[in-house]
């Protein structure tokens, strides 16, 4: 249950942020997030939205699981490429854990 609550905020949250190119009601967004995860869609809505794996990433940085913030991080660059933010992420992460050659 806690899963999908985590999912659906992610979810209403980059599609509201303009920077992720959200726009829209959240109510409605909220709503189709949770429709979507209900169908087995998470994925598939997520990865539309780059800035998610991203957000997510942040979440698992923060409460120590960097294995899984890694993999979200890789995930939003390998999605789109040329987003220095998401590089960014990653470096602090690595930057975080004394790896400092892989932060440049």
């Known amino acids: ?3 999908r609550w985590v999912f659906a905020a992610i979810f209403a949250t980059v599609l509201t942020t303009p920077a992720c190119g959200g726009e829209g009601d959240i109510e409605a967004l909220y ?3 949770t429709q979507l995860h209900k169908k087995g869609l998470s994925a598939k809505a997520i990865e539309k939205y780059h800035a ?3 957000r997510r990433g942040a979440s698992y940085q923060d409460i120590g699981q960097t294995n899984r913030a890694f993999a979200d991080y ?3 660059i390998r999605l789109e490429p ?3 933010l998401f590089r960014n992420d ?3 992460l690595y930057n975080t854990l004394g790896r400092y ?3 440049l």
């Open 74 to 76: 890789n995930e939003a």
């Open 82 to 84: 040329t987003n220095a």
């Open 1 to 3: 249950m806690r899963r």
């Open 90 to 92: 990653r470096g602090d």
């Open 52 to 54: 998610a794996y991203d």
């Open 31 to 33: 709503e189709a997030g």
């Open 101 to 103: 050659e892989w932060a």
